[in-house]
């Protein structure tokens, strides 16, 4: 008997220790309700003080999350930093100390719990956090959550609480000062050898880059709470897919609980769309932070898909931990979806595409910058207009840029439920950065936070090292630029080396394994130790800025097309309204000192105007200027996306720069900083339809394409027809084709349209004429579009003699224009409101009537004293 007990003691240990787990359980099951802990976190945002530090002043009130730059303007300090030449007023801020206070009142009660922590889930950037006079901990990186142990510091009554921040410009000077070489960076607004941004892990566009001013604010900007528990805590609860099947999903549920010492603790998972517990087990924790797993399995799953390929499915997950004593709990919403980064050898050269759930996706987005230079100052009603703005525009992707944050929680919501995937750039963008112990532990640090604070979104499709460092290393030759010898040009690059090749792929191969994860964009493949693979046509994503600093015709982006085009675009002012908030009269001209200031990329306004020429007549005052900007803009960037969806397989993505501003001021954007839709968004929309024609014209040569994204073939009934300008049809074409799913078929070549015009005997010159392409599906209209034969400036357009009239319904506005002649790019503008139209910079034929809608984005009660002026391409030339 003995000899058996010997042989079998791990089996039979393991058997008493689910006995005594089954029985224990069984007891407080029967016998006691366990409590939640909810109501042990303390918001601390409210009444806050602060002051310049070193200066004996009175304390001023602050809002909380906040900024210095936005409490000093909220208290008069200085003014509007937006306005004008305020900017260059308020360079001193950055300079000086600031000092954050708050009384926090503890009872006895609070106290007792087990622990007491401070959270800070953002602090701009160097701060020393005191409690009464006792330094708790310091903190130097913006993009990441600081917990400190509190309840050392803190007494029954009124505890003093102090934040204060360092001059992060200061700060830098003093690590530039004792590195040994300086770091390449090519957007911080600052003299080569006084660039101090590599060296602080905060928002890099606060150094100013080329659409953004130099405002380097510190401050409290996310929440902070006191956060107390017992026993244990669940610190997280991370869903991932690692089967799917038509008729099940397999999900691991990985739990990470903090424990004071080892204890029985029941898991479970329970979903909205299932009343029962979807799965559950018994466990013995452990002392210490350790991760636990439990296996789920959802019947006939409903999938998460993108916009355009189905409904965005989210299920309502809440993990849950219990002992005796106490019961918590997480919520989250979980897509069950698969993301693959596909790259494999074909044709072309080497794929660059996402797969959705096994299908393959074309790409269509946008590059996403923060909503404001003051982050606290974006709503969650903004990061609603935008997102939703994205999906309107049939969008199914946005990249969040390197050089920013990783966004607040309400963006990837908005994401999550508008099936809008994110590119998420890992925040290092356009220098190298330094590789000393610490702050290559804060890296790891910030990698690991913010990839598992994301992690559970379903949108999240790809991690990416950083933006266009590898592309600053070889093309723009950074080495020879700043004279690096062979000793030094190996130790930045080892360093690099560190974060992109072994930190990031690390945590996300520990942390988020199911997702991919791209080192550098752009770039032609993943790169091995030593060896880098430049951007080109062939493999990889591809950046491309030719037209813009170039000058350029926008047809180069034609040859310039690779296999998934991930950053391009070109600027445009935006509408008048906006500039008059942040202008006065003597500044409303596009080369002003004002507007000259403004304008951060190096060619500068008059680029807009260069290559304006090549398609349009000069306009002859500024706010027609400011039109034919964004017509420009519109029509060049509308015949890249073209472009990029006629070549799929190809090409597969289609990412431009960018959808929205930071500021009010010219720029990229298709969105303009207070919600107005540029001309951009409009046909960016017409040109991500699911469905479309595609004429693609170079010099005399003209093709037709269709091109579908839809996981179905189509029945398509299309329609080409070519009319003069007075609205009399010369010819017509209808034919029917059954349109494959997730392609692009070339329908005329060049020689074919040509022939297409001889044989039908049209004798009107071509500054006369349009092409109407129409698509049909079961006799309902689902795409138009025109084109025309020459650029705009050589159309024969006379006046339109257009009229316009309005009427509020229900919060909106409905319009109603008519024209007598044909007018080109019908431009109709809200005067007081911020907003979009239903449509807008369209093209009207003789006598047609046109109807839209005004959606204001937010009704401030002003509704009623709006009005709206309209132009054309005729009126801002004459």
């Keep these: 008997m003995q000899l058996f007990f010997d042989k079998h003691k791990d089996l039979l240990q393991s058997a008493m220790q689910v006995l005594c787990l089954f029985i224990l359980f069984t007891f407080f099951g029967a016998c006691q309700k366990p409590v939640s802990?909810?109501?042990?976190?303390?918001?601390?945002?409210?009444?806050?003080?602060?002051r310049q530090s070193g200066v004996q002043g009175a304390w001023l009130p602050a809002k909380v999350p906040g900024t210095v730059h936005t409490d000093l303007v909220q208290n008069k300090v200085i003014h509007d930093p937006y306005y004008r030449f305020n900017e260059d007023s308020i360079q001193w801020i950055e300079r000086?100390?600031?000092?954050?206070?708050?009384?926090?009142?503890?009872?006895?009660?609070?106290?007792?719990?087990?622990?007491?922590?401070?959270?800070?889930?953002g602090l701009d950037t160097y701060a020393n956090i005191v409690i009464n006079g006792e330094v708790v901990g310091q903190t130097d990186n913006m993009h990441k959550l600081y917990r400190f142990d509190a309840k050392p510091y803190l007494h029954e009554g009124e505890n003093v609480l102090n934040v204060v921040f360092r001059s992060p410009s200061v700060t830098g000077e003093e690590k530039l000062s004792n590195y040994p070489y300086l770091l390449p960076t090519i957007a911080?607004?600052?003299?080569?050898?006084?660039?101090?941004?590599?060296?602080?892990?905060?928002?890099?566009?606060?150094?100013?880059?080329?659409?953004?001013?130099?405002?380097?604010?510190?401050?409290?900007?996310?929440?902070?709470?006191?956060?107390?528990?017992?026993?244990?805590?669940?610190?997280?609860?991370?869903?991932?897919?690692?089967?799917?099947?038509?008729?099940?999903?397999?999900?691991?549920?990985?739990?990470?609980?903090?424990s004071n010492t080892e204890q029985a603790l029941l898991l479970s998972v329970a979903s909205e769309d299932n009343t029962n517990e979807l799965a559950s087990k018994h466990i013995m924790v452990k002392e210490g932070l350790h991760s636990y797993v439990l296996d789920l399995k959802?019947?006939?799953?409903?999938?998460?898909?993108?916009?355009?390929?189905?409904?965005?499915?989210?299920?309502?997950?809440?993990?849950?931990?219990?002992?005796?004593?106490?019961?918590?709990?997480?919520?989250?919403?979980?897509?069950?979806?698969?993301?693959?980064?596909?790259?494999?050898?074909?044709?072309?050269?080497?794929?660059?595409?996402?797969?959705?759930?096994?299908?393959?996706?074309?790409?269509?987005?946008?590059?996403?910058?923060?909503?404001?230079?003051?982050i606290p100052n974006v709503t969650e009603h903004r990061y609603k207009w935008l997102v939703e703005s994205a999906k309107e525009t049939n969008m199914n992707m946005l990249r969040v840029w390197g050089g920013a944050i990783y966004e607040n929680e309400a963006f990837y919501k908005l994401c999550d439920k508008n099936g809008i995937m994110v590119w998420q750039d890992f925040m290092f963008a356009c220098m190298h950065y330094p590789g000393t112990k610490d702050f290559l532990k804060s890296v790891q640090e910030e990698a690991v936070y913010n990839v598992k604070r994301l992690r559970n979104h379903p949108s999240i499709a790809l991690w990416c090292g950083n933006n266009e460092i590898e592309e600053g290393w070889e093309p723009w030759r950074w080495s020879e630029k700043y004279k690096y010898s062979k000793e030094d040009s190996t130790k930045i690059y080892n360093d690099y080396e560190?974060?992109?090749?072994?930190?990031?792929?690390?945590v996300i191969g520990n942390h988020d394994e199911t997702k991919p994860y791209w080192a550098s964009s752009p770039s032609a493949k993943q790169g091995k130790s030593g060896i880098r693979?430049?951007?080109?046509?062939?493999?990889?994503?591809?950046?491309?800025?030719?037209?813009?600093?170039?000058?350029?015709?926008?047809?180069?982006?034609?040859?310039?097309?690779?296999?998934?085009?991930?950053?391009?675009?070109?600027?445009?002012?935006?509408?008048?309204?906006?500039?008059?908030?942040?202008?006065?009269?003597?500044?409303?001209?596009?080369?002003?000192?004002?507007?000259?200031?403004?304008?951060?990329?190096?060619?500068?306004?008059?680029?807009?105007?260069?290559?304006?020429?090549?398609?349009?007549?000069?306009?002859k005052d500024f706010e027609s200027f400011i039109y034919l900007s964004q017509l420009n803009q519109a029509e060049g960037i509308k015949k890249a996306i073209n472009f990029h969806r006629k070549s799929k397989p190809m090409n597969m993505g289609t990412i431009y720069w960018q959808l929205n501003d930071v500021w009010p001021t010219m720029s990229w954007s298709s969105i303009d900083y207070f919600g107005n839709w540029k001309a951009l968004q409009y046909f960016v929309k017409k040109a991500n339809s699911d469905v479309a024609f595609v004429p693609i014209q170079q010099n005399d040569h003209l093709s037709l394409h269709m091109v579908s994204d839809r996981l179905k073939d189509t029945n398509i009934e299309s329609t080409i027809r070519i009319k003069n300008l007075k609205g009399e049809a010369l010819s017509v074409i209808n034919k029917e084709y059954i349109l494959p799913s997730n392609s692009a078929i070339s329908i005329m070549e060049p020689q074919l349209v040509t022939e297409?015009?001889?044989?039908?005997?049209?004798?009107?010159?071509?500054?006369?004429?349009?092409?109407?392409?129409?698509?049909?599906?079961?006799?309902?209209?689902?795409?138009?579009?025109?084109?025309?034969?020459?650029?705009?400036?050589?159309?024969?357009?006379?006046?339109?003699?257009?009229?316009?009239?309005w009427e509020v319904h229900d919060n909106n506005y409905n319009i109603k224009i008519t024209s007598k002649h044909f007018a080109k790019n019908v431009g109709v503008f809200s005067e007081v409101l911020n907003g979009r139209f239903s449509d807008n910079y369209f093209d009207m034929m003789p006598g047609e009537t046109k109807r839209i809608?005004?959606?204001?984005?937010?009704?401030?009660?002003?509704?009623?004293?709006?009005?709206?002026?309209?132009?054309?391409v005729w009126n801002a030339n004459n």
């Design 533 to 619: 693979y430049i951007q080109n046509n062939r493999s990889g994503d591809r950046h491309y800025w030719g037209v813009w600093f170039g000058n350029i015709p926008f047809e180069t982006f034609y040859e310039n097309t690779g296999r998934f085009m991930s950053e391009y675009g070109f600027q445009s002012f935006p509408e008048i309204k906006t500039l008059r908030k942040v202008a006065e009269a003597q500044d409303m001209a596009f080369d002003s000192p004002l507007m000259s200031r403004r304008q951060r990329s190096f060619p500068g306004n008059i680029r807009m105007q260069e290559v304006m020429d090549f398609y349009y007549k000069r306009p």
């Design 853 to 872: 809608q005004f959606i204001p984005i937010e009704d401030d009660g002003s509704i009623t004293k709006n009005s709206f002026s309209l132009t054309s």
């Design 188 to 258: 911080e607004q600052a003299e080569i050898g006084k660039q101090t941004a590599p060296f602080t892990r905060k928002a890099s566009y606060h150094y100013g880059w080329d659409w953004a001013p130099r405002l380097v604010t510190m401050g409290i900007w996310r929440p902070v709470y006191l956060e107390a528990w017992n026993t244990f805590k669940l610190r997280d609860v991370f869903y991932s897919v690692r089967a799917l099947e038509s008729d099940k999903a397999l999900v691991k549920a990985t739990f990470e609980i903090e």
């Design 756 to 805: 297409f015009l001889r044989s039908n005997k049209i004798k009107e010159h071509s500054n006369n004429l349009v092409l109407e392409l129409e698509l049909q599906e079961a006799g309902k209209p689902i795409f138009k579009d025109r084109h025309y034969f020459v650029p705009v400036k050589d159309l024969a357009l006379i006046k339109p003699e257009l009229e316009m009239s």
């Design 96 to 121: 000086e100390n600031w000092e954050y206070q708050k009384t926090i009142h503890c009872t006895k009660a609070y106290l007792a719990n087990d622990h007491v922590e401070l959270v800070f889930e």
């Design 37 to 50: 802990e909810d109501n042990l976190k303390l918001n601390l945002q409210e009444d806050w003080y602060f």
């Design 298 to 374: 959802i019947a006939n799953p409903k999938l998460w898909w993108a916009n355009g390929m189905g409904d965005p499915y989210l299920y309502r997950l809440t993990g849950q931990i219990k002992s005796k004593q106490k019961i918590e709990e997480r919520t989250v919403d979980f897509g069950i979806r698969t993301i693959k980064l596909v790259q494999e050898q074909d044709d072309f050269g080497e794929s660059f595409k996402f797969q959705l759930n096994g299908k393959d996706i074309f790409i269509k987005g946008a590059n996403w910058v923060p909503g404001d230079m003051f």
């Design 498 to 506: 560190k974060i992109f090749y072994d930190i990031l792929p690390n």
